[in-house]
């Protein structure tokens, strides 16, 4: 039982260049969900899909783009990246009640 | 709006000691609570929730938070404290829980399990 899957689980990125982060779940869940966590800020929402054919800007939109790909499927694209943007980064995905997360991917931008 | 407040990013027990983790919310709305857990390199993982079933909700490995609305707390408990315990923990408040249900963390609480 996958879960959420998130590919890749590390990346090492220059300034400037694009990048597309891979999210899938197996659990039939109608929403799914990006964050970003960062050292003592918690995690914090950057977009969700609260169902198959919509998107939603959440608290940390900029620099960010999304596409819900079809029901188990949610990437997260940095167009031009920049170091602001290393960051661990997680999928998530809920129908009713908690979120269940993937591993993360761990993103550095130099 | 909402938020959490978790007191204490850093928390340090000995092996077979309470457990404390304090929570704190604020809701416009009646609102639903998690715990989660985050072991090394990993995703986040629930603890429980509650979504005003009951205002003490038991959890896996051991945990319980009771929901105390004068309060506005949330706090997590375990009474006897296991070395695999040492993770994060992170409290999220909702305003809801179906569809979509934006979840708002707070900055985490670091538990550490000393012999």
């Known amino acids: 039982n996958a879960g959420v899957t998130q590919t890749p689980k590390f990346q090492v990125l220059k300034t400037g260049q694009s990048m597309t982060l891979q999210c899938a779940q197996d659990m039939n869940h109608n929403s799914m969900y990006w964050y970003r966590q960062d050292p003592g800020m918690g995690l914090r929402l950057i977009y969700y899909s609260a169902s198959e054919g919509t998107t939603d800007k959440g608290e940390v939109p900029n620099g960010y783009n999304v596409s819900r790909l079809n029901k188990r499927e949610f990437s997260l694209r940095l167009e031009s990246a920049a170091p602001s943007q290393t960051s661990v980064y997680f999928c998530a995905s809920s129908d009713s009640g908690a979120q269940h997360f ?9 | 709006a909402q938020s959490v407040t978790q007191l204490g990013s850093h928390v340090s027990v000995s092996e077979g000691a309470l457990v404390l983790l304090r929570c704190n919310y604020s809701s416009s709305v009646p609102p639903y609570l998690f715990w989660y857990v985050q072991y090394p390199n ?59 249900n934006k979840l708002t963390f707070g900055t985490g609480t670091q538990l550490k399990v000393e012999l």
Request: charged letters at 20%; one cysteine or more; hydrophobic letters at 35%.
């Open chain 2, 42 to 100: 990993q995703g986040l993982q629930l603890l429980l929730k509650y979504t005003s079933a009951a205002t003490l909700v038991k959890g896996i490995n051991g945990f319980e938070a009771e929901f105390k609305k004068s309060e506005t707390s949330f706090h997590l408990t375990k009474p006897s404290a296991h070395m695999s315990d040492a993770a994060e923990y992170f409290c999220a408040v909702s305003p809801f829980t179906g569809g979509g």
């Open chain 1, 102 to 110: 993937g591993d993360g991917t761990r993103l550095s931008i130099l």
